[in-house]
Every structure is written in structure tokens, then in C-alpha cells.
């Protein structure tokens, strides 16, 4: 069965460094979504993304954040300078076309460590 | 989007069926119920999803009453892998964000 892929699974990065997570969503996909989940507390959403622009974001996916589809497979989130509090698991999620009702589909995520 | 309720946790033996209920009140007429699955250190995993009646698929069946403001998740001779976190989430599909609640925490024992 076709999977979200995720990389790397564990980053530790310096307080104010930039970080970029990596994900390769499922091949025939069109929309694409970004999740963290601090430890402990609830899966938060961040952002959407579809035809190569945002469709929605939360207020948590301020200045500091950005999203990229590069090329036809990988899909990025970017975190500019890192804080403490943006130490949590980071999900990528996608989703095929068709009816609203299609399931979105998550990889197993990113530990981000923030020093 | 329909705010959900559901018990903050469960035991089950290994073997029974677990049924979880989820109650959403305020759910719209275009809502569809899903239903997640997480383990921990892994991403959320779609189990089922439904708008009426009865869905059943290899892992689960939802039952959606005709007032549809409850719902609820049977998962049929659990095992101690089953042991996870279970999200009833209701929206309309699951095209726009999707709203996580704390979930239902299963644990399966022997």
C-alpha cells in the first residue's frame, strides 16, 4: 500500500537555526498538509496546500513558517528560526483527488528537538 | 465543523469486541464521521468513515444512527497491538483541515 514518507525521522537543531522537513506524499495526490503534535497535547493543523499554493493556514503557521512543492515529488515545510515550542512531532498528510470524503493519509512524522 | 465527545479512555481483554461512541450534537447536514487511529511516535491512520447507517471495511464497522448526532466505532476481537489512541472527528469530507480531539486511549490487555 502506498505510504507518506517522512525525513529524517529525528531532527535536533540549535534554538534559532533554520530547519527543513521533508516529505514525499503519496504519488497521485494533489492536496497536501502539514500537522504537529506537541508532546503530550492534540494533532494541531498548520497548513494545506493544493495547485501549488496555500489553501488554508492556522495561526499557528506565522512568518516563520513556509511551504514548498519543489518539484513533483517532495513536499516541505521550513521553520526560519527556530523557539523551544516549535519542539514537537511534525505530520505530512495527503490526499487524492475526488470527493470530499477522501481520507487524508499520514506519515509517521518528524521529531523536531529544538535546543 | 461538529464538536465531538468522546471517553478519554477504555480497557478491553484481548478478544472482545470494543465498541467506542463518540457523540456530536451539532453536526451539519454535509458532515461526514471519520474515524483515526495513532500509535505512539506514529502519525494518525484512517480507519473509517461514514455519513449513515452502517460502514464496515477489514479492520472496523461505524454505526451512525438516523439523527445522526452520535456515532459509534466497533472494533471486532481487539489484540494488544489495537492498544492506541482513537479520533472521531466530524467534518465536512476531509478536503479541508482536519480537528483533532484528545482522542479515546484503548488499552487492550490480555
Known amino acids: 500500500e502506498p505510504e507518506v514518507t517522512q525525513t529524517p525521522s529525528h531532527q535536533v537543531t540549535q534554538m534559532g537555526q533554520e530547519v527543513i522537513l521533508r516529505c514525499v506524499p503519496i504519488s497521485n495526490h494533489l492536496y497536501f498538509y502539514w500537522y504537529r503534535q506537541i508532546l503530550g497535547q492534540k494533532v494541531e493543523f498548520l497548513v494545506s496546500?493544493?495547485?501549488?499554493?496555500?489553501?488554508?493556514k492556522s495561526e499557528i503557521f506565522d512568518d516563520q513558517f513556509s511551504v514548498e512543492r519543489p518539484d513533483g515529488s517532495n513536499f516541505t515545510l521550513k521553520i526560519r528560526s527556530t523557539k523551544l515550542e516549535d519542539s514537537a512531532m511534525y505530520f505530512c498528510?495527503?490526499?487524492?483527488?475526488?470527493?470530499?470524503?477522501?481520507?487524508?493519509?499520514f506519515g509517521d512524522g518528524t521529531r523536531l528537538s529544538i535546543l | 465543523l461538529a464538536k465531538t465527545t468522546q471517553p478519554i479512555s477504555m480497557d478491553s481483554y484481548e478478544g472482545q469486541e470494543v465498541n467506542i461512541t463518540c457523540s456530536h450534537n451539532?453536526?451539519?447536514?454535509?458532515?461526514?464521521i471519520t474515524w483515526y487511529q495513532q500509535f505512539p511516535s506514529q502519525g494518525p491512520r484512517f480507519i473509517i468513515q461514514g455519513y449513515k447507517t452502517k460502514v464496515t471495511n477489514e479492520v472496523a464497522s461505524l454505526f451512525i444512527p438516523a439523527d445522526r448526532k452520535s456515532s459509534t466505532l466497533s472494533l471486532p476481537r481487539v489484540s494488544l497491538s489495537d492498544t492506541a489512541v482513537y479520533y472521531c472527528l466530524g467534518g465536512p469530507g476531509t478536503a479541508s483541515k482536519l480537528t483533532f480531539g484528545t482522542g479515546t486511549r484503548l488499552q487492550v490487555t490480555l
Open positions: 498528510a495527503s490526499r487524492n483527488r475526488g470527493a470530499d470524503n477522501q481520507p487524508q493519509h
Open positions: 496546500f493544493y495547485n501549488n499554493e496555500i489553501s488554508e
Open positions: 451539532n453536526i451539519a447536514t454535509n458532515d461526514y
